[in-house]
């Protein structure tokens, strides 16, 4: 994932108009976009570890009408203290005070090796990251859940637990366990520092739960209130469309994104690919609201 300096760009970081080097954000905006125009729906949740982690960050801090996402959890990496941005693209910044916390709220759940030398608990450079010279450099772990804790509107001062784990990472059977109570939105922002663990500490034991995937699930169904998500019947799809009456091809002139006043129906109609699956402030979304810009059948 393209989270940081790669020998492979061809653009320099701070370069974000570059076209010939990945734009992560885009590709997964076009992804959740592709299969919500396929009758998907539910919330988003992503799951990475190392650099896959450092990618759930970045689509978390950039979270909003295109990347709507409600969870990440971020094994063995936290956030980019630096650069604010970088690479190509608008979904690009590195942490939420970056965007000025004005971003969409979301839940996360961090785990990490207090021990690790890949990337280091303390935070600052990483030789993953280029070394001291690239200008990449990460928060202190507890300073990337505080950013976090902050952004969700969450108290600063977390609930401190001990937690013993198995010792597969290195560690000495210890842990400690951060949460940070009263969120807005029932948001959950939690971290798990596996004592004396290095970067294999996202396949943890705690207090006999795996994290892969038995913690993971449990941090995903709070979120969704405790409920259990009903499978669709095998085959089940979106029903077929029909041409759309005509009297009924028009935009909501009063529908906006949740996340913009600035995005109406309009400026839905500039990407209807990417921007119909988004939605207002009361879940409506652009589909339903904007069928002159949405609906290819009027």
Known sequence: WNTGPKDTNNCQPDDFSCTSDPDEGAFFAGIISQVRSMGASGNIYVIGNSNGAALAHRLAVNA???LPIRGIVTKVTQLLESPLRSGPGVLNYNNPAAKSNSGQKVSVLNVMGTADPVIPYTGGPAGVLGGSDSGFLLMNALDSMLAWA??????????????????????????????????TNGNIVEHYAINGAGHTAGGSIIDGIEIDYDLAFDFINRNEGGGIPTPAP????????????????????????KFNPAHTCSHVGEDPTVRCSWENADDVSASDACLLSCDPNC
Do not use: I, Q
Request: glycine share 14%; with cysteine.
């Open 150 to 183: 902050v952004h969700n509107e969450c108290e600063t001062t977390p609930t401190v637990t001990s937690v013993s784990t198995d010792t597969s990472a290195g560690g000495d059977g210890t842990g400690t366990f951060y949460t940070y109570p009263n969120c």
């Open 64 to 66: 909003g009408d295109s």
């Open 234 to 257: 095998a085959g089940s799809g979106p029903e077929p469309t029909s041409p759309s009456p005509v009297e009924s091809c028009v935009d909501d002139p009063n529908w906006v994104g």
